[in-house]
Structure formats: C-alpha cells, structure tokens
C-alpha cells in the first residue's frame, strides 16, 4: 500500500471485485487522479479493510466470495454509519430485484458489466459534484432502454445472433449517454466498444457494417422509414454506422 503522504489530493478508492486482469484495478492503479487503497474479492476482507482504510468510494461487485456485496455493504453501516464512503456497484446482475436493494440499502450508483474505467470516473465525479447525487444508474432503467434497441433491431432487421448486433447495440447506449461520441467514432467509440468485447477496433466497425448490410438485404427498409418518419433511405443506399447509430440514439433521447 501507498503511504499515506502519497494519498493527500487524490479521490480514495477501493475495488471490491477480481483481482485478476480487471481493468479497473489497472486503470485505478495507474491515474494521477486516484488513490487505490486496496482490492480484494473476499466479502470479509472488504468489510473489515473499508473501516480501516476509510476510502471515498468503493467500487463493489455484487457477487463476492465469503459475504456478498450487500452484506459488506450493511457491516460498514454498521461500522462507519455517516463516516461510510459512497458505494458504487458493479455488476452483471440484471434482475431489478438487486438494483431496488442496492438503492434502499444506499448505494449511490448500480452500473452495469462491461463497463469502460472512463465511465466509471465520470460516475464518480458526477457525484462529487453533486451532479446526481440522488440519482441510481440503475439496471432496471438499462434494461427498459436494452429493449427499446432490441426492439427497433428486430422490426428492421438485424438478427440478435450475430455479433454486429451487440455492437450496435452498445454503440447506441454510448451515444444516448454522451451524444457528443458519434463526431469521434473512429477514436472513441469503437475503442471502447473493443474494449468491453476484448476485440479489436477493425472487427467491430466491420461487425456493425455487416448487420447494416444483413438488415438490407433482408427488405425491410419500409420499417426503417417508418420509424423515423422520414423516406431516407431506399433499396440501393444504406446508411453507415455513425449514421444509424445517430439516429436510433436520438430517437431514444427524443423519447426520454
């Protein structure tokens, strides 16, 4: 561990999560911005070092070995009540069930797996701005938007099996959360799409394109009017990633 000179400016964090290759415990480990005081994927050893280590944020995973994330969670209540730092879970749970607990138990924020380390920074100093103070990032609201995509694919066209889809689908999710990422897809958004499919930039452009091409040739560019209102499109010209991207991002916005 750092010594504690080290710390003084930096935001205080511990990763409750693996500790093998998780790029959060790199990315943490080498900002400026951040302390990381400990990790560990033993719900006892978490629930006994926060007390002592007394971090701002812990990044949580739900599913812990020992005790599970909300029990860690109520011992350091128990432990710390006020003094306890702010908790932010991630996790691969989606039932709603887990995010409604998480909230009533105080959770700050619940994100769900993959997540890029950038997100997660920008989560952690949304509230240390008091941004979203009183906000859930919740599962149950990124499930109702996972159906929304999945809906619109569907009705034009892109099969869920192939892997286009998945990316396409993360590719709206980016851009309904930072909108400004479609004027940067070649740098930003494909990277972090990669990043969360352990792939390359190259496969997933190429994964996008593919699933565009299938939904063609598959007929169905009426729905595609039809969804936006507007006869953009027709049999001969299709539009590219960024644009349909674009589109369904706003859409979504659009419709709150």
């Known amino acids: 561990m750092e010594n504690q000179a080290?710390?003084?400016?930096?935001?205080?964090?511990?990763?409750?999560?693996?500790?093998e290759d998780?790029?959060?415990l790199k990315y943490f480990?080498?900002?400026?911005?951040?302390?990381?005081?400990?990790?560990?994927?033993?719900?006892?050893?978490?629930?006994?070092?926060?007390?002592?280590?007394?971090?701002?944020?812990?990044?949580?995973?739900v599913l812990l070995s020992g005790i599970d994330g909300f029990e860690v969670l109520e011992k350091i209540k128990e432990s710390m009540g006020e003094k306890m730092p702010k908790i932010i879970f991630v996790s691969n749970l989606t039932h709603s069930g887990f995010v409604n607990k998480a909230i009533n138990e105080g959770a700050s924020y619940f994100m769900i797996k993959p997540i890029s380390?950038?997100?997660l920074e920008e989560r952690i100093f949304d509230l240390l701005n008091n941004q979203t103070a009183n906000k859930v990032v919740s599962m149950k609201n990124d499930k109702q938007l996972d159906e929304r995509i999945s809906n619109i694919f569907i009705s034009i066209g892109i099969p869920a099996h192939i892997k286009g889809y998945q990316f396409l689908r993360e590719a709206v999710k980016l851009a309904v959360e930072k909108p400004e990422i479609i004027g940067?897809?070649?740098?930003?958004?494909y990277p972090t799409i990669a990043e969360r499919f352990e792939t390359s930039s190259s496969k997933v452009e190429r994964g996008m394109r593919h699933?565009?091409?299938?939904?063609?040739?598959?007929?169905?560019?009426?729905?595609?009017n039809s969804l936006f209102g507007l006869k953009i499109y027709n049999s001969n010209e299709k539009p590219t990633n960024g644009e349909l991207i674009?589109?369904?991002?706003?859409?979504?916005?659009?419709e709150g």
């Open 6 to 19: 080290s710390h003084k400016g930096k935001i205080r964090i511990y990763i409750a999560d693996k500790v």
């Open 22 to 24: 998780n790029p959060l």
């Open 29 to 61: 480990r080498e900002s400026e911005k951040f302390a990381l005081l400990g990790s560990s994927s033993n719900g006892e050893e978490v629930a006994k070092d926060i007390p002592l280590l007394k971090p701002d944020f812990l990044i949580s995973e």
């Open 117 to 119: 380390p950038e997100i």
């Open 184 to 189: 940067s897809i070649t740098k930003q958004l």
């Open 211 to 224: 699933a565009i091409e299938v939904a063609w040739n598959r007929g169905k560019i009426e729905n595609i």
């Open 246 to 254: 674009a589109l369904i991002a706003d859409k979504m916005i659009m």
